[in-house]
Structures are given as structure tokens and as C-alpha cells.
């Protein structure tokens, strides 16, 4: 018989959660403040497009409970996931407001609740939050000690926007930071009755879990920066080929797949704010300083650089194409996208333009100038357009005939940031341009810059 969960916070990641835990027979509490979230639970409808979550809210939601009344859905369950926003605080770090908020209100709940009750804390928190300030509040407002009649846990969940319920359902690994025995036991217990995949559990301290989950994105940021960097280098070097040198990479196990693809930057609500978190953490503790931000400013002066690179190679006066506005295929976010980053750099420098995207239109509406047009379909952005650059490697755009990228008999320029495209290579009327390949058969390095031109010399 499987405890049951409530979900507290029914946004991007705590709706998929409850769907998956319903559709793996739990019964299952769904709580948030906010009405539309626990309509959309309610009424079996995301409210973010997360591939496969309508299906299995449909099928699963009689499992599914949902209120606007916290106590509610504690009263009601075993185990208490919360799943919270912690936002960015100025100074880098993850705001616990809400984190302690709710648990202060859990606590008032446990207070008066009789046997065991496990809360896990699975929205990403500075290294030492769980078990100091949260297990204070825990502790304050029921009256209970954490190991006795109160379980505390921090567990993330690695997910990415767009695959969360397979990801939930087939963790590499599943974490589980404890506080207590008793706690790391049972949420070990959930998460093999949950993971269809039988992943290995790493149980840990609720500290080191926190610097885990952290330290996880900032070395996927890593590759992807490095990935990214090798991309510049080919593009300079002609024979460079930036898939060669990665697949090669990735046959080393100190290396690993994944996260290795040479394009443009990182995007998406995640990697950005935990590397500022991590750089927060290295300058409270005075460790590595000399590193930190590094990663976060060669990201961000990745989009100037391509805006830099689409204007030089558009006819004066002509109008660019960006296909592609969200931050990755399969997903609406928009938050930190490259692709919206591109149309706003293009707009401030008044270059025509008509962006499209197969679901993120709506949102990168409200938030791109109105110098932005935006195209219904991809093949009008493309007819509109003498430069096209795909932004976002959505498997439609894959699927667009070559003709369609010809249409209208100009010459176009077509960008491919993640060289998708290849039979566009060699096709009339356009100029294929996969990035990350240098043009022409290999040379030899170009020669040092002139010392007398170099900026830094002689500076200390
Ligand atoms: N979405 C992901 O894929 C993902 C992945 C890893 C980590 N996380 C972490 O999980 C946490 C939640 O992320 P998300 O993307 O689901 O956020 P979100 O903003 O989409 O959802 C959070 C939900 O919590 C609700 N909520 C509950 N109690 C609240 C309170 N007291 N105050 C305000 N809102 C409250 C909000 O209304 C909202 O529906 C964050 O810490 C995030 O960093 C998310």
C-alpha cells in the first residue's frame, strides 16, 4: 500500500509530479494558492505545454484530488513534496519566502496530525537550507522534533522542460537528501515504486544532495559552454567540424553523452539562475573566486556574436527570418531563449524581422518589441525572409521540404545553429550555413595576433 502524497505547488514541475505518482497508483493531493493552477490540475488541462501531461491527467485524475486549502491536502496525506517557486534574489541566491512560508503552514497542520509525516523539499535551495532554516520552521510550528514523528528530506528531481514526465518516470538517478534515517528510507521506498527504470538512489545528507543538484547544472552548463566554445573554433577554422570533435569526445567516459552539442548558448529558466547560485555560494565561502561568472559571461556574449554574424551575412537592406523562440524543442518556455534574445538584439539594431515558433508565439508576443513580426507558419516566415536562422531545433522545421526554403526564386541565406538541415547543403537558390563548420578544406592556425595590437599588453 503506497503512502499518500500531497503536491504542493501545481505549476510546470509539481503538475507533472502529481500526474505521474496518480498514473504509478498513489493517491495523490494536489494544492496551490493560485486558482488556475489547481483548475488546470482539476479540469485535466496544462497550463504549460509539457508533451504527454493532458493524456495522463486524463486518464489518471480520479486519482487526483486538488484544493485551494493547504491543510487540506496535508490532513489528507502521508508525505508533503513541496514544490514552490524559489526565486532569484538580487544577490544570486534562491529566495526561501515561499519554502518557508509553506512550511510553516504544514507545520501548523502536523501539529494537531497524528503518526508520521514526511516533507520533501523539491524545489532547488541554497546548500544548507533544508536542514537549518526549514527544518527550524518545520520544528517551530508543529511542536515536533525532525526524526521522531516528522520526516524531512530534500530530493530534485533532474528534469528537462518538455520530457519531464519521462524524465520523472526514468531518472538516471534519483536523489534523496536526509535529514533522518527514517525519512531517507521511505522517500528511497517512493521513489521504487514510482521510477519505472529502477535507477540507481543516491541518499545522502539533505546538504550535500542541495550542492549535488546545484553542482549537476553547472557542469551540464559547463559542456554545453565548452561545446559552444569548440563551435567558434570551427567556425574559424576551415575543415573545423564541431560534430566530429564532440562525438568523438563523448566515446570517453570521463567525458559522457549528453549536453554536447555545439550551437549558440544555454537558455531556459534553470542553468542560468543555479550557476549564479553556485558563484553565489563560492563567493560566501571565499573559494575559487577567480572563476566565478566566468561560464555566465562567455553565455551571454554568445547572441551578440551571432547577431553580429547573421548582419554580416544579410543583403543590405534585407529582412532576417528566426525560426524558433523557445528555449528548446518541446517546450512554450521562453525565459532566457536565445532565440528571443536574437530578435530583440536584431530589433534594437533595426533589421527586419519575422520570427515563428510551433508553440511559444504567444509568449514571445507580450515580451518582443513591436518591431517583431510573426509569422502563423514557418514557411512564411522563411518567404518573408533573405536570412533565416533556425534558433531551435524543433523536429518540424526538419520537416519543411527544400522547396519551401527556396520558395520565391531570391537567394536566401539559411543559418542552421544546430546543423539540422543538411540537405539544404548544395541546394539552388540557397546558401547553407551550418554553424560550427568551417568553411574549405583544413589550414594551418592563423598566425598569433600582432603584439603591438593587443589591448592587454603590458597590462599587469
Ligand atoms: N520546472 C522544472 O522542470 C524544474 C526542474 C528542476 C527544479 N525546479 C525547481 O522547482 C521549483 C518549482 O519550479 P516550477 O518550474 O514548477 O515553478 P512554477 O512557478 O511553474 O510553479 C510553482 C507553483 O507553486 C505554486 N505555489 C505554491 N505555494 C506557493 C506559495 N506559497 N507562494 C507562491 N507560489 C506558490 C505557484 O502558484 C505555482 O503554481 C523551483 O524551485 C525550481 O527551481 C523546477
Not at 568553411?439 to 603590458?458: A, I, K, V, Y
Request: aromatic share 6%; charged share 20%.
Amino acid at each position: 500500500m503506497h503512502p499518500k502524497v500531497s503536491i504542493i505547488g501545481l505549476g510546470r514541475l509539481g503538475a507533472p509530479i502529481a500526474g505521474v505518482f496518480a498514473s504509478r497508483g498513489f493517491e495523490v493531493h494536489g494544492y496551490d494558492p493560485v486558482p488556475e493552477a489547481v483548475a488546470g490540475v482539476r479540469e485535466r488541462r496544462s497550463l504549460h505545454y509539457e508533451p504527454g501531461l493532458e493524456d495522463l491527467l486524463a486518464r489518471w485524475g480520479d486519482q487526483i484530488h486538488t484544493t485551494s486549502h493547504l491543510p487540506e491536502a496535508v490532513e489528507a496525506s502521508d508525505v508533503s513534496f513541496l514544490v514552490v517557486p524559489t526565486p532569484t534574489r538580487p544577490d544570486g541566491s534562491f529566495s526561501l519566502e515561499h519554502v518557508l512560508q509553506t512550511t510553516h503552514e504544514i507545520g501548523e497542520v502536523l501539529a494537531h496530525k497524528d503518526g508520521y509525516h514526511l516533507v520533501v523539499l523539491t524545489s532547488t535551495v541554497m546548500p544548507g537550507s533544508t536542514d537549518r532554516r526549514v527544518r527550524a520552521a518545520l520544528e517551530e510550528s508543529s511542536g515536533k522534533k525532525v526524526g521522531e514523528d516528522l520526516g524531512l528530506c530534500y530530493s530534485a528531481v533532474f528534469v528537462t522542460m518538455g520530457h519531464v514526465i519521462e524524465d520523472i518516470l526514468h531518472p538516471s538517478m534519483a536523489l534523496v537528501g536526509e535529514c533522518d534515517e527514517r525519512s531517507g528510507r521511505m522517500l528511497e521506498a517512493i521513489y521504487r515504486s514510482v521510477c519505472e527504470n529502477d535507477p540507481p538512489i543516491a541518499r545522502m545528507s539533505a546538504f550535500n544532495a542541495e550542492l549535488t543538484k546545484l553542482a549537476m547544472n553547472v557542469l551540464v552548463a559547463t559542456k554545453i559552454s565548452i561545446a559552444n566554445l569548440l563551435a567558434r573554433i570551427c567556425e574559424l577554422m576551415p575543415g573545423g567540424d564541431v560534430d566530429v570533435v564532440t562525438s568523438a569526445m563523448q566515446l570517453d567516459p570521463r567525458v559522457g553523452e549528453g549536453a554536447l552539442c555545439g550551437a549558440i548558448a544555454y537558455g531556459g529558466p534553470f542553468l542560468a539562475r543555479d550557476n549564479q547560485a553556485f558563484g553565489t555560494l563560492m563567493r560566501r565561502l571565499d573559494v575559487a573566486r577567480e572563476l566565478e561568472g566566468t561560464l555566465g559571461k562567455f553565455n551571454r556574449a554568445q547572441v551578440p556574436w551571432l547577431a553580429d554574424f547573421v548582419q554580416e551575412r544579410l543583403v543590405d537592406g534585407g529582412c532576417v527570418g528566426v525560426l524558433g523562440l523557445s528555449y528548446k524543442p518541446d517546450t512554450d518556455v521562453i525565459e532566457a531563449s536565445p532565440g528571443i534574445y536574437l530578435c530583440r538584439r536584431l530589433a534594437e539594431q533595426d533589421i527586419p524581422l519575422t520570427a515563428h515558433d510551433p508553440v511559444a508565439m504567444e509568449g514571445a508576443r507580450r515580451v518582443l518589441p513591436p518591431a517583431v513580426g510573426f509569422a502563423n507558419t514557418a514557411a512564411l516566415c522563411i518567404e518573408r525572409a533573405d536570412l533565416v536562422i533556425v534558433t531551435t531545433p524543433w523536429d518540424e522545421y526538419r520537416e519543411i521540404p527544400p522547396e519551401v526554403w527556396a520558395h520565391g526564386g531570391t537567394p536566401r541565406t539559411v543559418v542552421d545553429c544546430w546543423r539540422f538541415l543538411p540537405h539544404l547543403a548544395d541546394r539552388e537558390g540557397i546558401t547553407y550555413v551550418p554553424l560550427g563548420k568551417g568553411p574549405g578544406t583544413p589550414t594551418e592556425l592563423p598566425p598569433p595576433p600582432n603584439p603591438s595590437s593587443d589591448p592587454t599588453r603590458g597590462v599587469c
